[in-house]
């Protein structure tokens, strides 16, 4: 385990993106129920009806790709739309801000993680209460704590959103004492994918 420090993001430091998600997603629709079905009874009904084990094959394949690229396509969206907003200019959207801030988890002379905050507009009385955003730690430095200590900095109170059904971020923020409020959705793509 390798040491690392929080601090406070600087102009110099390089901007990281979500594609690291991309595995982990596909991984993820390849163990829905419904997308079971689909690899199995589309290639059966190809066999039935053509009498191709070829063509069965081929769409197996196929579909692989296809959902590959539909897992691909949201994370592609959300770091386009992050490098157009708030990513764009990180000392304006976030170190600018009352309240707010951008910090990194370094170790050695790499960043290895960061979050973003931006406080709560209502916060209930009495609460400091900051969202986060963009929590990321690069997947050779995960179950060091980073998150964790990323989470807890500087306030009592975050609200946060996550993406879709990763159980690492979930577990980590229950375990945290967050607890689930609502859901929301990127795309119908996805809105399908988590129907039960």
Do not use: N
């Amino acid at each position: 385990m390798a040491p690392y420090h929080i601090r406070q993001y600087q102009d110099s430091d390089h901007k990281r993106g979500m594609e690291e998600h991309i595995p982990t997603t596909f991984g993820h629709v390849l163990t829905l129920p419904r997308t079971i079905l689909l690899f199995l009874g589309l290639p059966l009904a190809m066999v039935l009806v053509s009498g191709s084990w070829l063509l069965a094959t081929v769409c197996i394949f196929s579909l692989l790709l296809v959902l590959r690229l539909l897992a691909r396509l949201p994370w592609k969206e959300y770091v386009a739309k992050c490098l157009r907003t708030d990513m764009a200019d990180i000392t304006k959207s976030y170190l600018s801000v009352c309240g707010s801030g951008f910090w990194v988890a370094e170790s050695g002379i790499q960043v290895v993680g960061i979050v973003g905050g931006l406080p709560v507009k209502d916060p209930p009385v009495g609460r400091k209460q900051l969202e986060l955003l963009h929590l990321s730690v690069s997947s050779q430095h995960r179950g060091q704590g980073i998150a964790k200590a990323l989470i807890r900095t500087g306030y009592s109170d975050v609200v946060l959103e996550t993406s879709f059904r990763k159980t690492g971020p979930e577990t980590l923020y229950l375990s945290m004492g967050f607890w689930r409020t609502g859901q929301y959705f990127m795309s119908v793509f996805w809105r399908l994918y988590s129907l039960p």
